[in-house]
Antibody
Framework: QVQLQESGPGLVKPSETLSLTCTVS????????WSWIRQSPGKGLEYIGY???????SYNPSLKSRVTLSVDASKNQFSLKLSSVTAADTAVYYC???????????WGHGTMVTVSS | QSVLTQPPSVSGAPGQRVSISCTGS?????????VHWYQQLPGTAPKLLIY???NRPSGVPDRFSGSKSGTSASLAITGLQAEDEADYYC???????????FGGGTKLTVL
């Protein structure tokens, strides 16, 4: 079955850019929406946005100015870049498959990213 | 402050029934957008529990059920088991934000 795996640095310095990649295995990245969701320590879930396999995107307005999502269908991967990070961006970042009904039916295990100098 | 409002915590004894509410507004649940529910066991990723208001993915026990009315939705769990102790989140789409929104989460404690 389809599985997702996040990868990227676990530590990012303030003001730098956080970069994560999600690899899709067991299925094709085509014909689905692929999303990023984060969870600050001890807090709830925050939607970051999605990228469609064709490359179209949608972002959370509160993060839009700093977020870029992209997809590489040839590698069955999609990526997140979050610029000008601060300590408030410290969180577990999850990648997930978003269905047309806007439900997230498959999730990665999550990767913890800490913003600290 | 989450767009969707959930009680911070609920509790129940084994075998009992509990319900978790999710209150939205006219730009999300009240606009007719579907509500989905997730279960997050400690230290793990969220898992889709109920989709499109009332539907259970394959493998989810029928002890879990969802409903929706007006600007609110509810998740009911019957025959509570110790393994149900987790955080539960509701999620919907918000037209004013043009994106998905989550509730703040509800911690279920099985007494």
């Amino acid at each position: 079955q389809v599985q997702l795996q996040e990868s990227g640095p676990g530590l990012v310095k303030p003001s730098e850019t956080l970069s994560l990649t999600c690899t899709v295995s067991g299925g094709s990245i085509r014909s689905y929406y692929w999303s990023w969701i984060r969870q600050s320590p001890g807090k709830g879930l925050e939607y970051i946005g999605y990228v469609y396999y064709s490359g179209s995107t949608s972002y959370n307005p509160s993060l839009k100015s700093r977020v870029t999502l992209s997809v590489d269908a040839s590698k069955n991967q999609f990526s997140l870049k979050l610029s000008s990070v601060t300590a408030a961006d410290t969180a577990v970042y999850y990648c997930a498959r978003e269905r047309g009904i806007k439900a997230f039916d498959i999730w990665g295990h999550g990767t913890m990213v800490t913003v600290s100098s | 402050q989450s767009v969707l409002t959930q009680p911070p915590s609920v509790s129940g004894a084994p075998g009992q029934r509990v319900s978790i509410s999710c209150t939205g507004s006219s730009s999300n649940i009240g606009a007719g957008y579907d509500v989905h529910w997730y279960q997050q066991l400690p230290g793990t990723a969220p898992k889709l529990l109920i989709y499109a208001n009332t539907n259970r993915p394959s493998g989810v026990p029928d002890r879990f059920s969802g409903s929706k009315s007006g600007t609110s939705a509810s998740l009911a769990i019957t025959g509570l088991q110790a393994e149900d102790e987790a955080d539960y989140y509701c999620q919907s789409y918000d037209s004013s934000l043009s994106g998905s929104v989550f509730g703040g989460g509800t911690k279920l404690t099985v007494l």
